[in-house]
């Protein structure tokens, strides 16, 4: 079912490495009715630490921020305008937040559309995927062709993070 799933070694990587690794890899969700979806993911964004201001953990080590301080390989989740979750995956050493944010899947565009197609809620925040029967991700044994862009809707960390080229897609996404 899951002889693929990527471990703790894999994210426990600076997510500049992980993040662009991921393009191409199969997002695994298991639901409570015993029915398995995988989807081929194909857009994430890389958020790096307190000095990137684009990133949750510039503004300090906070409740809803706490997992990013911690190992890589568990789940972010945070609700934007009240009502859409965001799929993060933390990556990296303890005590340095970092993130990957999962913004396509293939058939399914937008973070806050996929995390409703996959019923991801805050009842995922801290999530282990190395362990997790709900969440996994696993590698598709394929060298990813992606290309890079500035991550979207970020102006408010300023020019130099926002044109940051840390968006990764596959090349047939647009």
Same mark, same amino acid.
């Given at each position: 079912?899951?002889?693929?799933?990527?471990?703790?070694?894999?994210?426990?990587?600076?997510?500049?490495?992980?993040?662009?690794?991921?393009?191409?890899?199969?997002?695994?969700?298991?639901?409570?009715?015993?029915? +398995?979806?995988?989807?081929?993911?194909?857009?994430?964004?890389?958020?790096?630490?307190?000095?990137?201001?684009?990133?949750?953990?510039?503004?300090?080590?906070?409740?809803?921020?706490?997992?990013?301080?911690?190992?890589?390989?568990?789940?972010?989740?945070?609700? +934007?305008?009240?009502?859409?979750?965001?799929?993060?995956?933390?990556?990296?050493?303890?005590?340095?937040?970092?993130?990957?944010?999962?913004?396509?899947?293939?058939?399914?565009?937008?973070?806050?559309?996929?995390?409703?197609?996959?019923?991801?809620?805050?009842?995922?925040?801290?999530?282990?995927?190395?362990?997790?029967?709900?969440?996994?991700?696993?590698?598709?044994?394929?060298?990813?062709?992606?290309?890079?862009?500035?991550?979207?809707?970020?102006?408010?960390?300023?020019?130099?993070?926002?044109?940051?080229?840390?968006?990764?897609?596959?090349?047939?996404?647009?």
């Amino acid at each position: 079912m899951n002889g693929n799933r990527l471990g703790f070694d894999f994210y426990n990587r600076d997510v500049l490495d992980v993040a662009p690794e991921l393009v191409e890899m199969t997002l695994v969700r298991s639901f409570d009715d015993d029915s +398995i979806q995988r989807f081929i993911i194909t857009e994430v964004e890389a958020y790096r630490g307190v000095e990137d201001l684009a990133c949750h953990a510039s503004k300090g080590r906070t409740p809803r921020t706490e997992v990013m301080y911690q190992q890589g390989g568990l789940v972010y989740v945070y609700l +934007i305008y009240g009502m859409y979750w965001m799929l993060n995956i933390v990556t990296g050493e303890p005590n340095n937040p970092q993130a990957v944010l999962i913004r396509g899947l293939e058939g399914c565009y937008g973070p806050g559309r996929l995390t409703r197609k996959l019923s991801i809620g805050k009842d995922f925040y801290g999530e282990d995927l190395s362990t997790s029967k709900r969440l996994w991700v696993e590698d598709s044994k394929s060298s990813p062709i992606f290309n890079t862009a500035p991550r979207i809707g970020v102006d408010y960390a300023g020019a130099e993070w926002a044109s940051k080229p840390w968006r990764y897609f596959t090349n047939n996404l647009y």
